[in-house]
């Protein structure tokens, strides 16, 4: 009927899930996230210590900025402190994923013992049914996170759901943003870009379907130095790329919403440096 679909505030307050850090295994990032605390009468501002407990939030970027890195980095790191993470891979099968997973863990000094039995994933990069029939992944991750107590999930990518098929990419989205939060997922979303020519903005192909839906949206964007002028801003020679991220929003919680320089070290890691503005000025 349809009053059982109306609540009070007051009933659903017991509901309301504690808000705290889950780590992400990038270094710099867990204290770009912050909650606001009432104390005696004073507003206090504090780091979250990571992305917040069940939110999903989608990192987007060109290709080869960093976001299958980052999402590795976050399973890994869940994985090791003994959170099972469910690894969606719709682009690659799952073989070279689980090399991807093994190298980082080398990178970031993880013993694979702690990890081997954390971590599982589903290939809808080699099963065209799981990439192709929604309902059908649904159940499939739904199955996993019964069967082996899951907390985290990723998927890499989201676009891949959809892709050929952009119209579609809201209805997927969403489908996918009520699955997770009804099953209680911590979630990373890799969604890809179109082309470099929208930078810094957290439209993904599918338009902005996937950011307005999600809990918050984590862009990634790389520039060729081409000028001299360039060459002089960002301190570096002609010809460098210069990586830059930013949290272009989330609804959950408090972020630092300015724009970051970050690095992909020659292990494979992702590295939140300084503020851009703070990089430029000294």
């Known amino acids: 009927m349809a009053e059982q679909n109306v609540y009070s505030l007051g009933s659903l307050s017991s509901q309301v899930?504690?808000?705290?850090?889950?780590?992400?295994?990038?270094?710099?990032?867990d204290n770009l996230f912050y909650k606001v605390e009432y104390v005696d009468g004073k507003v206090t501002k504090s780091p979250l210590g990571g992305y917040p407990y069940l939110g999903v939030i989608n990192i987007t970027g060109v290709a080869d900025t960093g976001k299958s890195l980052m999402v590795e980095q976050f399973a890994v790191k869940q994985a090791s402190?003994?959170?099972?993470?469910?690894?969606?891979?719709?682009?690659?099968p799952k073989e070279f994923i689980a090399q991807s997973l093994m190298s980082r863990a080398k990178a970031m000094g993880i013993d694979f013992d702690k990890?081997?039995?954390?971590?599982?994933?589903?290939?809808?990069?080699?099963?065209?049914?799981?990439?192709?029939?929604?309902?059908?992944?649904?159940?499939t991750m739904a199955y996993?996170?019964?069967?082996?107590?899951?907390k985290n999930a990723v998927?890499?990518?989201?676009?891949?759901?959809?892709?050929?098929?952009?119209?579609?990419?809201?209805?997927?989205?969403?489908?996918?943003y009520n699955f997770l939060k009804k099953w209680h997922?911590?979630?990373?979303?890799?969604?890809?870009?179109?082309?470099?020519?929208?930078e810094m903005s957290a439209e993904a192909a599918g338009g902005y379907g996937v950011a307005?839906?999600?809990?918050?949206?984590?862009?990634?964007?790389?520039?060729?130095?081409?000028?001299?002028?360039?060459?002089?801003?960002?301190?570096?020679?002609?010809?460098s790329v210069i990586r830059l991220f930013r949290i272009d929003g989330c609804r959950m919680t408090g972020h630092d919403s300015?724009?970051?320089?970050?690095?992909?070290?020659?292990?494979?890691?992702?590295?939140i440096l300084s503020p851009l503005d703070e990089y430029i000025r000294g």
């Open 258 to 271: 300015r724009t970051y320089l970050f690095e992909i070290t020659e292990t494979g890691l992702v590295r």
């Open 81 to 92: 402190l003994g959170y099972r993470t469910m690894f969606v891979t719709v682009e690659t």
């Open 144 to 150: 996993g996170i019964k069967t082996f107590n899951i």
């Open 155 to 176: 998927i890499d990518s989201v676009t891949g759901l959809f892709e050929a098929k952009e119209v579609m990419a809201r209805s997927v989205v969403r489908k996918i």
């Open 185 to 198: 997922q911590t979630a990373l979303l890799v969604s890809q870009k179109r082309s470099s020519s929208e």
């Open 17 to 29: 899930p504690k808000l705290f850090g889950v780590a992400s295994g990038v270094e710099g990032l």
């Open 115 to 139: 990890i081997g039995k954390n971590i599982f994933i589903v290939d809808a990069a080699s099963n065209h049914r799981l990439r192709e029939d929604l309902d059908y992944l649904m159940d």
């Open 212 to 239: 307005h839906i999600v809990d918050g949206t984590i862009v990634l964007y790389k520039k060729l130095i081409m000028s001299r002028f360039e060459s002089n801003l960002y301190k570096m020679p002609i010809g």
